[in-house]
């Protein structure tokens, strides 16, 4: 995923939500935040960040800020929409016959409906699932031993996808959310109850900055997403943690 027209800039103060203040080549500038999600950590006074500039005259905004500079990380795009970008352009290297962003599933919309006739390559799943028990972190060996079973059945198989973006880091460690989601816990039983008609269900993090590769469940933030994480791992939702190489200039899937 690339961006055009990319500017650096010096962050100010975020009145809101959806707009920040930020001071471009000497001079104020009132941008747009493309992302709705606290970033308390990430959006400081003072620190450098990345903006893509808007070929929209008629934009109230003429800025899109994009990705920040983090002390002892580096830089962390928290661009709401790439995720479901990277996401889209990972899974067309897997040719699926069918591959449908945004699919309308029961009263929910998940990210992607995928079907493939072959079975899915081992590279689909070497981005390992690694859980956390009783308190404590456990790394499973490998995303393909839990997928085993997938990995031996051929013929015709159906998928759903759900994406989340993490930008939240702690001690080289990503949790998810920053923010309440009772969408992301809807999403999670509209997958868990999709397992029973058949589909594949897969949960994928983004992380969407350098140095981290696992991803937990922020349960100071919001308890219940995290209890329905792990009710869907142990129903047989996969989860997937996709780590990327950002750049002012983009972000894609690190090989």
């Known amino acids: 995923m690339q961006y055009q027209n990319i ?20 001079k104020v500038e009132t941008v747009h935040v493309k992302n709705t999600g606290r970033c308390k950590e990430l959006l400081l006074p003072g620190v450098k960040v990345y903006l893509e500039r808007s070929g929209n005259p008629n934009r109230k ?25 990277v996401v889209l352009e990972w899974l067309r290297a897997f040719s699926f016959e069918k591959l449908k962003p945004e699919y309308v599933f029961r009263d ?11 079975e899915l390559p081992e590279a ?7 859980e956390e028990r009783n308190g404590k972190e456990q790394q499973a060996e490998n995303i393909r031993m839990q997928s085993q079973e997938l990995l031996n059945v051929s013929g015709n198989r159906k998928y759903l996808l759900e994406v989340k ?8 460690i990503g949790y998810f959310p920053d923010a309440p989601t009772e969408r992301g816990v809807k999403h999670l039983r509209e997958l868990t109850k999709a397992l029973k008609e058949g589909y594949i269900a897969i949960l994928v993090f983004v992380i969407a900055m350098p140095k981290v590769s696992m991803v937990y469940p922020n349960a100071e933030t919001h308890k219940a997403f995290g209890d329905a994480l792990e009710e ?14 950002v750049t002012k200039e983009g972000m894609w899937i690190s090989s």
């Open 7 to 26: 500017v650096e800039g010096k962050f100010l103060d975020r009145p809101n939500r959806f707009i920040a203040h930020v001071e471009i080549a000497g």
């Open 61 to 85: 905004t003429a800025y899109d800020l994009v990705a920040v500079e983090k002390a002892g990380l580096g830089l962390v795009n928290i661009d709401s929409q790439a995720p479901n970008q």
């Open 108 to 118: 929910s919309r998940v990210d992607f409906y995928m079907e493939r006739a072959m």
């Open 124 to 130: 689909f799943w070497e981005y390992g699932e690694r």
């Open 165 to 172: 973006g993490c930008t939240l880091e702690r001690d080289g």
């Open 232 to 245: 869907a791992r142990q129903a047989g939702v996969k989860i997937l943690y996709l780590p990327c190489t």
